[in-house]
């Protein structure tokens, strides 16, 4: 666990766990297209609201005060083939690609379609079977522990809001670094506010009202990568926003 997720756990009598797990595990639903639909939201310690055996919820003051809306998350297209925003992440790329949090593989898929290594790791048990099943090379498991090509991975990726994996955007800038190739390069989807930079416990909710246990998570727009980078090992060297989405590439400092 990173420091900032051990910090925030502290405030619930149960140990956080990743995104969408436990409760009545949401996101593996949405994966096997139960409900395409999921919700991140943000849950607040101090309250008495209590989620039911099944993992069900009345969105009482657990999830913070009235008029907080939630991320809607269209979990269907991780299922999807890449997109033109999503392929031109790979543009100039030439060696081994790592996809952090990979889900069902749709990066890994666009990767080896260009004739790359790719690697997909994410620790949903559902999600790592469906691109295993799919032919795709995937691992499951933490990014934090140890993994193949430990510093010479040509590409690593954080889409799709992965930047957020265990709640301590430095921890994880940190632990990429250590995994790309001297001339390797960082592709981070970033929040589309420039200023955010937040760490929080949350919760993913189907339509139906199936909740997942509490993660830390996190999110993060250009400005606060850009603080954090350097600290990390990294520099920030380019940034665009294509098709309503932004992204940065950064390198080994």
């Known amino acids: 666990m990173t420091p900032t997720a051990a910090r925030i756990s502290g405030e619930w009598s149960s140990e956080p ?73 790979l543009d100039g790329i030439t060696g081994p690609v790592l996809d952090i949090g990979c889900g069902p593989g749709r990066m890994v898929r666009a990767a080896m379609g260009r004739g790359l290594t790719a690697l997909g790791i994410d620790v949903s048990a559902t999600a790592v079977r469906m691109a295993a099943d799919a032919g795709l090379d995937v691992f499951q498991g933490s990014v934090f522990e140890p993994l193949p090509r430990e510093g010479a991975w040509a590409a690593a990726l954080l889409v799709d809001g992965n930047i957020g994996i265990g709640g301590d955007a430095s921890a994880l800038l940190a632990r990429c670094a250590e995994l790309l190739a001297p001339n390797g390069v960082l592709l981070v989807e970033l929040s589309q506010d420039a200023a955010r930079d937040d760490s929080y416990l949350g919760t993913i909710e189907d339509s139906a009202g199936g909740c997942s246990a509490v993660f830390p998570w996190a999110e993060i727009g250009i400005d606060g990568l850009r603080e954090r980078a350097g600290a990390s090992g990294l520099v920030v060297t380019q940034e665009w926003r294509l098709e309503g989405r932004w992204f940065a590439r950064l390198l080994r400092a």
């Open 17 to 89: 766990t990743t995104f969408g797990a436990g409760g009545a595990e949401p996101y593996a639903a949405a994966l096997r297209n139960a409900d395409n639909v999921l919700y991140l939201r943000r849950a607040f310690s101090g309250d008495s609201a209590e989620q039911g055996a099944d993992g069900r919820t009345d969105r009482g003051d657990r999830f913070g005060p009235a008029g907080v809306e939630p991320a809607t998350i269209d979990a269907g297209r991780w299922s999807a083939d890449a997109d033109d925003t999503d392929l031109r992440l």
